[in-house]
């Protein structure tokens, strides 16, 4: 009997990895090790309607436990993977056991990046089911509520705080929010957005300490903050692949096939670092992104690849968050832009921003605008052109490109 797929890392691109092998009539043993108690789960509620508490610990799996069995995926939960004996296709767990493999997929996604400031352990952090039960719990009895960064995790916290009626500022050391993902016409829209349901923003703050129940700035004033919550970016899960001896960048280096530096060897989701042909060219061309849209199909991709019809990975990457009630969607990669154009109208909480780079369509960004999104998407991964003037005009259907 083959040793088969073993996939490290039972989150959300884990998971897909193992269903989409069967899906492609994989027939070898399946392997998922994570070293969550849970198994696979959704992690986008946990920040929405978990926190605000609309939303069951029930639905947050991703599938039911039975059907591992069904499809005879083993799930070795709580366990983690301690050395990759790339040479020898082997793992070995903290437990000891070593387990052999033919074909190994990275799936270790990223952890928190952690503050390094005077009072960082009175901070929380999100990235676990764990992780929001306590941020809940603390929820709960307060009243002043302080987010560390401005990017989607801590908007999303500070607008699920702001809905359980807390008093909420968010700090942010950059001039703007979300700045490392979005244009500035939607940085101040969340930005206006925020203000209007009484979050205070703070941009370009620096803080000194974080206080018992208080944020001292640098400035020497203060905010009121019974909880204090940190969302100031992740750090990929590489340091097994580095120890393994793969190649590593901003991520788990891999080719277009999701291959590492080893043949048997593939890396997937938040983990990876791969050629994009969507990436700006002049920025190297390789990302790594933290999307479920990205974690799902790149798993796909490696799914196909090890069942023997190997495809690169083209997919166009899209990224959703909610705040309020805006729902924010985007197509492709906006960085590097040199024109926007906008449909609809930002004022009525309804637009798209259309992103080009040297007159070609980039990406686009929609705040309760789906069917744009959609096209957008649709536009991205089949090629096809889109003119400036054709995503200015209202009355030209996107459907029709
Ligand atoms: C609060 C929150 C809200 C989000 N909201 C959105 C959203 O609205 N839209 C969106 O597109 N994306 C969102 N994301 C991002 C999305 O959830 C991630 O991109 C996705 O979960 C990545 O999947 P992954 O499998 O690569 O990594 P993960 O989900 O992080 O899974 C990796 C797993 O591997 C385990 N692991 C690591 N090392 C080992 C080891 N050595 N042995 C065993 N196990 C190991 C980890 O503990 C973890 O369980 C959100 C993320 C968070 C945290």
Redesign the pocket.
């Known amino acids: 009997m083959s040793a088969g797929v073993v996939i490290?890392?039972?989150?959300?691109?884990?998971a897909e990895a193992a269903s989409a092998l069967r899906a492609q009539g994989y027939e070898k043993p399946i392997l998922l090790?994570?070293?969550?108690n849970q198994a696979p789960y959704q992690?986008?509620p946990?920040?929405k309607a978990y926190l605000m508490g609309t939303l069951d610990a029930e639905r947050l799996p991703l599938r039911a436990e039975s059907l591992y069995d069904k499809q005879h995926i083993e799930l070795l939960l709580g366990?983690?993977?301690?050395d990759i004996a790339a040479p020898l296709q082997r793992i070995r767990l903290r437990s000891g056991s070593v387990l052999p493999y033919e074909h190994l997929i990275l799936?270790?996604?990223?952890r928190n990046r952690l503050l390094q400031i005077k009072g960082s352990e009175r901070a929380l952090y999100?990235?676990t089911l764990p992780d929001a039960d306590t941020i809940r719990e603390r929820l709960a009895s307060a009243t002043s509520v302080a987010v560390i960064g401005g990017g989607?995790?801590g908007l999303?916290i500070a607008a699920a705080a702001r809905k359980l009626g807390k008093q909420v500022c968010v700090i942010e050391a950059a001039p703007r929010l979300m700045a490392r993902a979005v244009s500035p016409l939607l940085s101040d829209f969340f930005r206006d957005a925020h203000e209007k349901e009484g979050v205070e923003i703070l941009l370009a703050t620096g803080i000194e300490e974080i206080e018992d129940a208080a944020i001292r700035f640098t400035d020497g004033s203060r905010r009121a903050a019974e909880v204090v919550l940190a969302g100031i970016g992740v750090v990929p899960?590489v340091e097994?692949a580095r120890a393994a001896g793969l190649a590593v960048g901003n991520g788990i280096a891999v080719d277009e096939f999701l291959i590492t530096s080893d043949p048997n060897i593939f890396a997937?989701?938040?983990?990876a670092e791969f050629p994009c042909v969507f990436a700006n060219a002049r920025a190297g061309g390789r990302v790594r992104l933290?999307?479920?849209?990205?974690?799902v199909d790149q798993a796909k991709c490696v799914a196909r690849g090890i069942e023997g019809t190997p495809e690169p990975y083209r997919d166009p990457p899209w990224?959703?968050?909610?705040q309020y009630n805006y729902r924010f969607q985007m197509a492709g990669l906006s960085n590097g832009h040199d024109e926007t154009i906008v449909r609809g109208d930002a004022a009525s909480g309804k637009f798209t921003a259309f992103y080009f780079k040297d007159k070609r369509f980039i990406a686009a960004d929609s705040v309760n605008r789906f069917a744009d999104h959609i096209a957008a998407r649709k536009i991205l991964g089949s090629g096809t052109k889109l003119t400036p003037e054709q995503a200015g005009d209202e009355a030209f259907d996107l459907k029709r490109v």
């Open positions: 490290i890392g039972g989150g959300q691109a884990g090790i994570g070293d969550e992690r986008p946990l920040s366990q983690t993977v301690v799936a270790t996604g990223a999100l990235r989607f995790i999303e899960n097994l997937i989701g938040d983990c933290e999307s479920v849209q990205n974690a990224f959703w968050t909610d």
